[in-house]
């Protein structure tokens, strides 16, 4: 008999959320765990970036997952800027506002099971929410770890055509919140 999934919240972190629990699994991965204990309350807490986590709906606090966003831009090559802005808009500006998913991770006994999609949507509704309607931002991008980047093309996200970027560790995609 498997354990329940436990029933989760989606929110801001917080001084005291439980961030050492999280695994993540492969070595790989480990910067995204050293990011979350050692730096993400801080930056969240200075506006370098916002940090929301996956926590258990009791008073235990613990992390199951995590999602960081900045303000970024994003350099389209001419034949992304033909197809994603066929107005005058590419005639004066080669480089837009984004906002960039700086991290994302789900601990491994959870992954498969909906949360990083769930992340990545909500990024989508807060961007669409709050940031369109008062800052010009068309773009959401992320730096993809190449295992990952199956997931953010399932979620609508392109690799950016240059081939700096096709040879890149982690090549980044862009997703076109006009589109979604």
Known sequence: ?????????????????RVKWLSLGDESFWPLKSFLQKQALDFHQQNIAKTYVL?????????????????????LSDSHLQETLPTTAHLYYKTFAAVKIARLA??????????????????ICLVKDKIMPVVGCRFLIVEAKLNAIHFYQKEGFALLNTPQNQHSKHP?????????
């Open 1 to 17: 008999m498997t354990n329940p999934s436990p029933v989760l919240n989606f929110r801001q972190i917080q001084p005291g959320d």
């Open 55 to 75: 926590v258990e709906e009791s008073a235990s606090s613990k992390v199951w997952g995590y999602m960081t966003l900045m303000c970024s831009e994003v350099t």
């Open 106 to 123: 789900v601990d491994k006994r959870l992954q498969g099971c909906g949360y990083g999609t769930q992340m990545v949507d909500a990024s």
């Open 172 to 180: 980044l995609m862009f997703l076109d919140l006009h589109k979604t």
